[in-house]
């Protein structure tokens, strides 16, 4: 009684607020560089908590737009897709369709695509390649394409993880079918193939970024996940026509690895990151639209977070597994490690009975820029705020929302509320996964 009085009055207090910001309608935010606009954020932590939900399993961050949260999970044999009311947490529709697919490596059997909210519609691609647009008044389905069967796609290591990308009238896709397309258009609203683009790499898990280069409209693919041999790399196209300017080769020769970090465009440059002993690279656009590198480095190698870039230094959680991950800044001028930190502290954790002091840190944590500052989630369930500067890394506040494994996914801020997507069972609470919207309105 005491956790739903809490929310409810939660509830009460934002219904009363002035709902300023802006919508979250996709993966890494309406800029899809994980940064917002919105200020006067409470610095506070842990904020209130407004709502929760449950949810079934997969790795996908929601999309916030028109008041309303699109969520993308499996329950049980069905991937899911559900729309909330993103200020109450209230189910408006719920759409599902059956599935099989099971990841090789055992960590989840969800979909980690997020769903796409463009002007009243609503996309999603499922981790067997089932592509949907469904109407986001009320869940009915305006066309679907089940592109497995339709391009003969090989099951990747860990099925399909690329976020679609809507630009102009066209949706995006880091498709990778054997022998080609890499890279597929389909038109928005009546799933009509477009255009197809590249034969070379198979599909990656990271998503489509769009970028204005040079004052022409570009789209940015970085392809190549499960081949052998190994391949994969960067491609820029044109997104009316699918025209390729250049294709940029970057990938571990490792055959169990991906590219799943997604670029980063600033000005007229090209930020990509990848594990596996793999490393970064900058590449700068010519005015004939073809890449000049500017350097390499192997001080900094992104296992799937994408960093975020500002003021001329590059910020990110690197390393592949949980003990070598560290907080890094980078010259985005010359690849120069400015400085690494690995923010650790312990915590008094009582765990069947017994009581202990265990250590902690974000390990390979998620940035998100508000303002001035940034939001960082662990995963382990932490929520940080941090000033990042060149200078170095100063934690401003700090607390656990819950105690769960796989905490991977960025997290979403909308108009002064924060979604986070628990994936696990919390270990300390027993909780199952959930969805939970917590307040920063100042």
């Known amino acids: ?62 999309a916030v737009a028109e008041g309303r949260l699109v969520l993308f999970h499996r329950q049980g044999g069905n991937e899911t897709v559900e729309c909330l009311e993103s200020e109450s947490g209230k189910v408006i529709w719920r759409h599902q369709y059956k599935t099989e697919f099971e990841d090789r490596y055992g960590y989840n059997n969800g979909p980690r695509s997020s769903p796409v909210v463009d002007d009243g519609f609503v996309y999603t691609i499922g981790a067997e390649a089932k592509l949907r647009c469904l109407r986001l008044s009320d869940g009915g389905i305006v066309w679907a394409h089940d592109l497995r069967a339709e391009y003969k796609l090989k099951q990747d290591f860990f ?32 799933g009509k193939f477009a255009w197809g683009s590249g034969n070379e790499w198979g599909a990656s898990y990271a998503s489509p970024i769009p970028a204005t280069v040079h004052g022409k409209r570009r789209v940015f693919v970085f392809a190549g996940g499960e081949s052998q041999p190994p391949t994969g790399g960067l ?124 250590p902690m840190s974000l390990f390979r944590g998620s940035l998100l820029r508000a303002g001035n500052k940034y939001l960082a989630l662990g995963e382990f369930g932490h929520l940080c705020w941090l000033d990042l500067s060149p200078a170095g890394c100063k934690e401003l506040a700090r607390a656990r929302l819950f105690a769960a494994r796989e905490t991977w996914s960025l997290p979403v801020l909308s108009r002064g509320l924060l979604y986070v997507v628990q994936h696990t069972r919390d270990f300390l609470h027993n909780t199952g996964p959930r969805l939970l919207c917590y307040s920063l309105r100042g």
């Not at 009055?9 to 002035?18: A, D, K, N, P, V």
């Not at 935010?29 to 997969?58: A, M």
């Not at 399909?160 to 597929?184: K, R």
Request: proline share 8%; aromatic share 8%.
């Open 1 to 62: 009684m005491k956790r739903r009085t809490l929310l409810l009055s939660g509830l009460c207090t934002l219904r009363g607020e002035q709902r300023t910001g802006e919508d979250w309608p996709s993966f890494l935010g309406p800029r899809h560089n994980g940064t917002s606009l919105e200020t006067n954020l409470r610095k506070s932590l842990p904020p209130p908590l407004v709502w929760q939900h449950p949810k079934g399993i997969g790795y996908a961050s929601p």
């Open 159 to 190: 099925g399909v993880s690329s976020t679609p990308l809507i630009e102009g009238q066209h949706l995006i896709l880091n498709l990778g079918a054997p022998g080609g397309p890499t890279v597929a258009a389909f038109e928005k609203r009546t």
């Open 235 to 358: 491609i820029m196209l044109d997104p009316g026509t699918g025209a390729v300017d250049f294709t940029f080769p970057w990938r571990s020769r490792s055959y169990e690895s991906v590219n799943a970090s997604c670029p980063v465009i600033e000005g007229n440059r090209a930020f990509i990151s990848a594990s596996y002993r793999t490393g970064s690279a900058m590449l700068e656009i010519q005015p004939n639209l073809k890449p000049k590198l500017l350097w390499t480095t192997q001080e900094f190698g992104l296992h799937f977070n994408t960093p975020i870039i500002h003021d001329g230094h590059i910020y990110g959680f690197d390393g592949r597994n949980e003990p070598d991950a560290s907080l890094a800044c980078l010259d985005a001028s010359n690849g120069k490690l400015k400085w690494r930190t690995t923010l650790e502290w312990t915590e008094r954790i009582e765990r069947n009975g017994e009581v202990g002091n265990e």
